[in-house]
């Protein structure tokens, strides 16, 4: 490959990264703040981030490939790390989420109790005045 040609792909590949740092920062404040639809919306860009990257890379010669990752190796453990961080993130939030639905769950169960408590001794009250 030519000198501009891995020059455009350097290029290329650090715009996709820097986008990447960007989605991946607003995932993890759209995760913290339980925006779904969004977060939703940012894992697809970085999914399509991810083709183009491998794309990328993928039509390079290995030895420019190999270079390219050496090059880029830091910027990419700390995609790895914002990544990581989102995914414990994610996992907090689910974890928050089943708790609040077992407390949900069984507060509901607890009504249906007290319903049919109630509801047994109103009849029984009511047919003692008949």
Not at 45 to 59: C, I, M, P
Not at 79 to 97: G, S, V, W, Y
Request: no cysteine.
């Amino acid at each position: 490959m030519s000198h501009p040609d891995l020059t455009q792909a350097r290029a290329a590949l650090l715009g996709h990264y820097e986008e990447w740092r960007s989605l991946s920062l607003s995932e993890g404040e759209a995760i913290r703040a339980g925006q779904w639809t969004q977060v939703e919306q940012l894992q697809a860009r970085k999914r399509q981030l991810q083709e183009f990257v491998a794309a990328g890379l993928g039509e390079l010669p290995l030895a420019e490939r190999d270079r390219l990752r050496a090059e880029f190796r830091l910027l990419v453990e700390e995609l790895l790390a914002l990544e990581a961080r989102n995914r414990e993130d994610l996992t907090r939030q689910r974890e928050q989420l089943a708790t609040r639905q077992r407390q949900t769950d069984q507060i509901a169960l607890r009504l249906r109790q007290l319903r049919q408590s109630y509801g047994l001794a109103s009849v029984t009250a009511w047919q003692s005045y008949s």
